[in-house]
C-alpha cells in the first residue's frame, strides 16, 4: 500500500515523453535534410544542363551574324537618303512620260503623286519587304522646254537606284548624246551623276 500510495502520489518521469518528442523533432530535422539536398541536386543538375546548351554551336545564324561575316557587304546607302539632280530637254509631261518608261525598264511601279511629283516603288520586293526601294521623282520647270529632274531615294537598294537615275538620264540625253555608244560612260558619284557629256550635281 506504502509502495501504492509513493507511486501515485508521486510525479511522472518525463524522460519517455522528452525523448519521444526529441525523437520526433529529429525524425522531421532528417526529412527537411534530405528535401533540401533533393532541391540542390536537380538545380545543379539545370544549372549543368543549360551550360552544356550554351556549349553547343547555334545551328542557326541571324542577320547580324551574316552581316558581321561578310567583309565586303556595304549596307551604308541602305537608310541614307540620296539625291540627283538630272536636266531635261523636254516639257513637263513629256518628261514624266520618260520617267514612266526608265521605271518600267529597272522594274519599278509608278504613282502620280502630284502634277509634279511620282512615286516609284521597286515591285519585286513589295510582297516580302519593308525595306523595298522606295524612290520620288519631281520635275521642276525652267522654261516652258526645258526643266529638272530632283531623283530622292528614301529607303531600299542604292543599286537599283543609281540604275534607274542611269536609265532615266539616257531617255532624256539620247537625242542630244546620240547613239548608246556615245554614253558608256556613266557612273554616280555620291548624289552626282557623271558622263563624258553631262555633269550634274545636287
Not at 501504492?4 to 529529429?26: D, N
Not at 510582297?127 to 522606295?134: F, G, I, Q, V, Y
Not at 519631281?138 to 540604275?163: F, N, W
Amino acid at each position: 500500500m506504502g509502495c501504492a500510495a509513493s507511486r501515485s502520489g508521486g510525479q511522472p518521469h518525463p524522460a519517455p515523453l522528452a525523448t519521444l518528442t526529441e525523437s520526433v523533432y529529429c525524425d522531421n530535422c532528417v526529412d527537411l535534410e534530405e528535401a533540401s539536398t533533393d532541391s540542390d541536386s536537380s538545380h545543379n543538375t539545370q544549372v549543368r544542363a543549360a551550360e552544356e546548351a550554351s556549349l553547343e554551336p547555334s545551328r542557326f545564324i541571324n542577320a547580324f551574324q551574316l552581316i558581321a561575316t561578310c567583309s565586303d557587304l556595304d549596307l551604308s546607302g541602305l537608310f541614307q537618303e540620296q539625291k540627283t539632280k538630272l536636266g531635261s530637254p523636254h516639257a513637263v509631261q513629256e518628261t514624266l512620260k520618260m520617267i514612266r518608261v526608265a521605271a518600267r525598264d529597272v522594274s519599278l511601279s509608278v504613282r502620280r503623286m502630284s502634277n509634279s511629283m511620282v512615286k516609284l516603288q521597286d515591285i519585286r520586293l513589295l510582297s516580302r519587304s519593308m525595306l523595298d526601294l522606295t524612290l520620288s521623282a519631281e520635275v521642276i520647270e525652267v522654261t516652258e522646254a526645258h526643266c529638272v529632274v530632283e531623283v530622292s531615294k528614301s529607303t531600299g537598294d542604292l543599286r537599283a537606284y543609281k540604275e534607274f537615275c542611269t536609265s532615266l538620264w539616257r531617255l532624256l540625253n539620247e537625242e542630244q548624246c546620240g547613239s548608246s555608244s556615245n554614253i558608256q560612260d556613266v557612273s554616280m558619284v555620291g548624289g552626282t551623276l557623271c558622263t563624258k557629256h553631262l555633269v550634274l550635281n545636287e
